[in-house]
């Protein structure tokens, strides 16, 4: 079954300091990997997704994707980190064989200033 | 704005009534997926129809239900209410067809039982 791991609940970083927020997966196949935003009070927002061939992903607001076979991690990096950034982050996968998307259990980002 | 319509935003009701939620996908989107979000669980996958057609099931309660209307249009609808219920309920749509199609997720509606 196809599944992804957050492993940090929180990452604190001080504004202006790169940051990772860290996910690693298991797929049979091709992995469809996602990550996703969501802010107090609302929906998820998309991030990036994963491209077949592309170890590092660009997506919206800054924020990218480095994606490791060897290492089954797809972790979300930006290189200056804002207070505005602070929310919780959600990586997920898409199950080739029943359309499942199935998601981390998040972790919540603090930029402090 | 990600296209995707729920309402009501809030519903308060008590123990042991029905309520039912609606969900307007974005335009061209023939998959709609719901999703249950409580403090200590998580996104809990519930339900997913493509076209009208149930595609996946996930840990949805058997008092819990849904479906798709020809227009692509969704609802959940929730019976026999209990206090555990209480949680934001997310639908979220997709094109469906292609695999690293992304999800599109609306603002949810705050669901309290009291």
């Known amino acids: 079954a196809q599944s992804v791991a957050q492993p940090e609940d929180q990452v604190n970083v001080a504004e202006g300091n790169p940051l990772t927020v860290k996910c690693t997966y298991s797929?049979?196949?091709?992995?469809?990997l996602f990550w996703y935003v969501q802010y107090p009070n609302r929906g998820l927002q998309f991030l990036l997704k994963?491209?077949?061939?592309?170890?590092l992903v660009k997506g919206s607001y800054g924020f990218e994707a480095e994606f490791n076979k060897s290492q089954t991690s797809f972790h979300l990096k930006k290189p200056s980190a804002l207070v505005s950034d602070s929310a919780l982050y959600f990586c997920?996968?898409?199950?080739?064989?029943?359309?499942?998307?199935?998601f981390g259990t998040g972790t919540r980002l603090k930029v402090l200033a | 704005d990600s296209g995707v319509t729920q309402t009501p935003k809030h519903l308060i009701t008590a123990t042991g009534q029905r309520v039912t939620l609606r969900c307007s996908p974005r335009?061209?989107?023939?998959?709609v997926y719901w999703y249950q979000q409580s403090l200590d669980q998580g996104l809990q996958f519930l339900i997913q129809?493509?076209?009208?057609?149930?595609?996946a099931k996930g840990n949805i309660l058997e008092r819990f239900s849904a479906q798709q209307f020809p227009d692509l249009h969704s609802e959940l609808n929730l019976s026999s209410l209990e206090l555990g219920d209480s949680a934001l309920y997310f639908c979220?749509?997709?094109?469906?067809?292609?695999?690293?199609?992304?999800?599109?997720f609306g603002n949810g509606t705050r669901l309290t039982v009291t």
């Open positions: 979220a749509s997709s094109t469906g067809g292609v695999l690293n199609s992304p999800l599109h």
């Open positions: 797929v049979s196949g091709n992995p469809y």
């Open positions: 994963y491209i077949t061939g592309d170890n």
């Open positions: 997920a996968v898409r199950d080739s064989g029943t359309y499942k998307y199935i």
């Open positions: 335009s061209g989107d023939l998959s």
């Open positions: 129809y493509y076209n009208g057609e149930e595609r």
